[in-house]
């Protein structure tokens, strides 16, 4: 069986590139928008430059901005019923995760509507139809939702996040534009930077990597650990590189899959609504240590991307202690807690260690674990 790999049908990257949004409703006859996007997004006027753009051009949309930070399945099920009331044929997604991830739930149901319940998209899930054709806007440099088949959504009632993984939700047009990203808040740029460099690092080293993946997955982590400082502190030079490195970090983990960095951080952002960034950010080291005896030689090459110098001198043992501290201490540069003390209550590890093991992420993870053993990872890290 062949190794798949699957990515958008064009990307646009670079300052400005917003601008081509108009150019593909074009070329496609696209006729009315149904915008995706985040209350605070039409807020502080970052939906704008996009509206700006079709008012331009003369294209007509709707905006749906019930969406919350990590999106529910009556977030997807509003949306649903307003894009069918809306007459629109095509999504525009703007911002981060959530409104992608809500974008893709929404464009799946219309066009596979036996999938009317949300929960029956959990998982690997071979949806018939493809969904409403979307393009991809990403506001944050982190989540590569604009490039990946993967889209995450909240079970309120079960208190838990639920991971859908489906080749037809990818959206058909990326617009990957530094300008659109400049307005982050220095910790919504690390977090989501950090949640950038677990993909990279996550993808790197999981059960189904190989040479493709892994070449877009060095070169994310490289190009991420140059430029993330540089973000933070709202550097043009910073911002375009986080802005090209958490999409290549997409091109590669959204087709091996990830591991258990990231089904730890669910459960933190379903019962506690932690920023998923920061909840991968402050498990990676942690995971990184426990996953490096059956990582081979890769912690090597994370080091050398990572700006680590005579890796070629160390031993392993060496070589993967210089990847985690490279990793630990651009977090603590950048401003991520050390730790899950202020977030995690102890009583809360059972139920968080059983979610986290049931999670779409955990088979991806290069060791083998189990609930006895995530627990107490969590509690290593209190």
């Not at 646009?12 to 006729?31: C, K, L, P, S, V």
């Not at 650990?225 to 911002?239: D, M």
């Amino acid at each position: 069986m062949g190794n798949r790999f699957i990515l958008n049908e064009v990307a646009y990257h670079g300052q400005g590139a917003i601008n081509d949004i108009a150019t593909e409703i074009e070329a496609r006859g696209f006729q009315k928008a149904f915008i995706c996007s985040g209350p605070s997004l039409a807020k502080n006027g970052v939906s704008k430059k996009v509206t700006d753009v079709l008012d331009r051009a003369g294209y007509t949309y709707e905006v749906f901005s019930d969406i919350k930070a990590n999106p529910t399945i009556e977030n997807v099920q509003a949306g649903v019923e307003a894009f069918k009331k809306s007459g629109a044929d095509y999504i525009i997604a703007i911002g981060g995760g959530s409104p992608m991830d809500t974008a893709k739930a929404i464009g799946i149901i219309i066009n596979n509507p036996e999938h009317a319940d949300v929960r029956s998209l959990e998982g690997a899930v071979q949806t018939k139809n493809k969904s409403v054709p979307i393009i991809a806007v990403p506001t944050t440099a982190g989540t590569a939702a604009e490039v990946t088949i993967n889209y995450v959504i909240t079970d309120v009632e079960k208190n838990r996040k639920f991971v859908c993984v489906d080749p037809h939700d990818i959206p058909i047009v990326a617009i990957v534009d530094p300008d659109m990203m400049s307005g982050m808040p220095k910790g919504l740029t690390a977090a989501t930077g950090m949640d950038a460099l677990t993909h990279a690092i996550e993808g790197y080293i999981t059960k189904g990597a190989w040479e493709l993946s892994d070449m877009f997955h060095l070169k994310a982590i490289e190009i991420i650990a140059r430029s993330l400082r540089g973000a933070v502190e709202n550097t043009p030079e910073g911002r375009a590189d986080m802005a090209l490195g958490q999409y290549v970090a997409g091109m590669g983990f959204s087709n091996v899959g990830l591991g258990i960095v990231h089904s730890m951080a669910h459960p933190l952002g379903a019962l506690y609504d932690t920023p998923h960034g920061v909840a991968n950010a402050i498990i990676l080291p942690t995971v990184m240590e426990y996953n490096a005896p059956a990582t081979g030689d890769k912690y090597r090459y994370i080091a050398q991307a990572m700006g680590v110098k005579g890796t070629e001198n160390m031993s392993q043992d060496e070589y993967r202690k210089a990847a985690v501290d490279a990793v630990r201490k651009l977090s603590e540069d950048v401003g991520i807690p050390a730790d899950l003390k202020e977030i995690v209550k102890e009583e809360d590890i059972p139920f968080l260690a059983e979610s986290a093991y049931a999670d779409a992420c955990r088979p991806g993870n290069p060791r083998d674990t189990s609930v006895e053993e995530i627990t107490t990872l969590y509690q290593s890290l209190l």
